[in-house]
């Protein structure tokens, strides 16, 4: 059985591990080596501890299964120009081993009101699922910098 709950401070080394791996492996071919390597466990631990503790505006959850964490999501305000009163979702990550299991599904849901998110434009995978979870592209494309890495993603909204 899975439970959905908010992230909390003692979460946040189980989290950092888990984010490096998701990290390494979303991204192994795109970012360098020397940048993945960066995205250690322990420094994972860290951002989540900033994280967890940032905010009520800042919201995080997690997807337990089995006693341990197999997934996360974190919400905020928009950061975009128009979009400071909407909900955004600032990431959203499940064990590959999890995924098609409708935890993902799940951890959206903890945000009813998160209205936009950005996204990766050539992972498709991602875009199906937030498809099938009410999104859908609009006309805005942007290249985002992850790590010093040109990203080019598109805006889903809903």
């Not at 984010?19 to 940048?35: A, K, Q």
């Amino acid at each position: 059985m899975t439970t959905i709950r908010r992230a909390e401070i003692d979460d946040a080394e189980q989290l950092g591990i888990l984010h490096s791996r998701v990290w390494g492996e979303l991204y192994e071919r795109m970012l360098p080596t020397d940048v993945l390597q960066q995205l250690s466990p322990a420094a994972m631990g860290s951002l989540w501890q900033r994280f967890v503790t940032r905010g009520e505006q800042y919201v995080q959850h997690v997807a337990e299964s089995g006693g341990r964490i197999v997934g996360f999501v974190g919400f905020g305000p928009g950061r975009d120009d128009g979009f400071a009163e909407q909900r955004e979702v600032y990431f959203l990550y499940v064990l590959p081993q999890f995924q098609r299991s409708g935890i993902g599904s799940e951890l959206l849901k903890a945000d009813a009101d998160a209205s936009y998110l950005w996204l990766w434009e050539r992972n498709r995978p991602a875009q199906k699922f937030y498809r099938r979870n009410g999104f859908g592209p609009d006309s805005r494309r942007r290249i985002g910098s992850l790590f010093g890495t040109d990203l080019p993603e598109i805006r889903f909204t809903r």
